[in-house]
């Protein structure tokens, strides 16, 4: 149940997860790089932001909920931690270049790099990446060099790009200014992984609209489709300054 949990926290990251492993770099300075003029989306800017809510996952059948919190430190550091009937099960601190995950349940815990999610995702996956698709911003290519395709369809801006033999397009409500589906093919095994974004409000103390509702689908071939949705009762930027407390206690068992 852990494991899943887990998984199911690293939503941002899974989101190239149903696609076979290709040579895609693992470090990448994307969110640094200005956004092409072309593109209309407005990211959330911040320098912390916390957000409370519920994860549902639909796993094979198998349906799961826990309580989240997320806290966010821009560009350095993500903290999560996932309750179940009012105990938390997991905790995970993740920075630019370390992954640590604290499994309460098992009292085991992970400390090492994005080799991890790269390895239970079967995808390289970096900060950037889980930081962009946590908060419904744009995400570039992970290649500098890639030069993504813009079109205008009414109030809808599609923008596309190929990325190591995976079709990436993303779908900016140009009212808002704000990514409203992002999705994920890969043509060699048709699988898919669509994001929606829904329920925007708007966040005091920012400009821009946050999404208060992440849904995941994932499709694997003709397999049954594994579903997931994040629902945010309450968002803040920038209210305080956030801790981000993460320790090891005695008697834990690092998992390999």
């Given at each position: ?55 549902q996952f639909d796993m094979q059948g198998n349906q799961q909920a826990a309580n989240i919190n997320v806290r966010i430190r821009k560009d350095s550091v993500i903290w999560i931690s996932a309750s179940l009937i009012g105990f938390e099960g997991v905790r ?27 390895q239970r995702l079967n995808v390289p996956v970096n900060f950037e990446m889980v930081q962009a698709l946590l908060l419904g911003n744009y995400l570039p290519p992970l290649n500098p060099a890639t030069e993504p395709t813009v079109q205008t369809d009414g ?102």
């Amino acid at each position: 149940m852990s494991k899943r949990i887990a998984l199911g926290l690293f939503l941002a990251a899974a989101v190239l997860g149903g696609c076979q492993k290709k040579a895609i770099p693992t470090k990448s300075k994307a969110s640094n790089r200005p956004m092409p003029e072309a593109v209309r989306a407005m990211n959330v800017d911040f320098r912390f932001l916390s957000a409370k809510g519920k994860a549902q996952f639909d796993m094979q059948g198998n349906q799961q909920a826990a309580n989240i919190n997320v806290r966010i430190r821009k560009d350095s550091v993500i903290w999560i931690s996932a309750s179940l009937i009012g105990f938390e099960g997991v905790r995970a601190y993740i920075t630019r270049d370390s992954v640590q995950v604290l499994d309460k349940l098992h009292r085991e815990y992970y400390a090492g790099d994005f080799a991890y999610l790269s390895q239970r995702l079967n995808v390289p996956v970096n900060f950037e990446m889980v930081q962009a698709l946590l908060l419904g911003n744009y995400l570039p290519p992970l290649n500098p060099a890639t030069e993504p395709t813009v079109q205008t369809d009414g109030s809808v801006q599609r923008v596309s790009y190929e990325q190591a033999g995976l079709l990436v397009q993303q779908l900016i409500e140009l009212g808002k200014a704000r990514v409203q589906q992002l999705t994920v093919n890969d043509p060699a095994t048709q699988n898919k992984v669509t994001v929606d974004y829904t329920d925007f409000r708007v966040v005091e103390r920012t400009p821009q609209s946050f999404a208060y509702t992440t849904q995941l689908q994932l499709q694997q071939g003709t397999t049954k489709p594994t579903a997931a949705t994040i629902s945010y009762r309450t968002v803040d930027v920038d209210k305080e300054r956030l801790q981000f407390p993460f320790s090891i206690p005695k008697g834990y068992a690092r998992k390999k």
